[in-house]
């Protein structure tokens, strides 16, 4: 599905601002670059991602929740707490054993960054861009996720207008678990479509 809408990345000319402003207040002591790496870090892999993660774990739990997600995930996901920029308009799509989703952004990077944090740097790269839609079934081998060829990959592209939220599977033995223990299941990558949620005692 193409789209046009205005580019989430910043404009170079912003980032270089960023980049200097960065060096320059390392250089006079003001930040550690170690402690802002580690800033990114959290919000990137931490934070975001257990927002989205408490959403799919109230999903697996509660049907009725994982009803109101499903027709309304705008609504369903702020029900949490959820939303804001880059969230404002969400669609939650479901995996199922006959079909995998996955999500990418062809124009630029549009992420749900307030249920899954910072976007990853891969999402943000042509390649994945490009070849997610020509050659997902490759694409996601390569991320390690092996889909049979009797399963239906639906590739869903996000925009400025809507982005797009992955269901996982729940995973089988979980059963009578605790939402709080299902959030550990669920990977940034399972909510993206290139990966899954894990397994018990992995």
């Known amino acids: 599905m193409a789209h046009d809408h205005d580019h ?11 980049k200097a402003l960065e060096s320059l207040l390392t250089e006079k002591g003001m930040i550690d670059p170690a402690a802002l790496d580690e800033l990114i870090d959290t919000y990137e892999h931490r ?9 799919v774990a109230k999903a697996w739990s509660d049907l009725d929740y994982k009803a109101r997600l499903l027709a309304d995930g705008t609504g369903a996901i702020a029900e949490l707490g959820f ?14 054993p006959e079909v995998h989703n996955v999500t990418v952004c062809t124009l630029c990077s549009c992420y749900p960054w307030p249920t899954l944090g910072l976007p990853p740097a891969w999402y943000k790269s042509a390649p994945y861009r490009s070849r997610i839609v020509l050659e997902p079934r490759s694409v996601l ?12 990959i639906r590739v869903w592209d996000s925009s400025a207008e809507l982005r797009y939220l992955v269901l996982p599977e729940r995973p089988a033995g979980t059963e009578g678990w605790s939402e709080e223990q299902l959030v550990a299941l669920v990977t940034r990558d399972a909510m993206i479509g290139t990966g899954v949620a894990l397994q018990p005692g992995n």
């Open 8 to 18: 989430t990345e910043p404009p170079e000319e912003i980032a270089l601002r960023v």
């Open 141 to 152: 081998a390569e991320f390690g996720l092996n889909i049979s060829e009797d399963r239906e």
């Open 47 to 55: 934070i975001g991602p257990r927002n989205g993660a408490l959403v």
């Open 83 to 96: 939303s804001g920029v880059q969230g404002e308009d969400m669609m939650v799509v479901e995996n199922t």
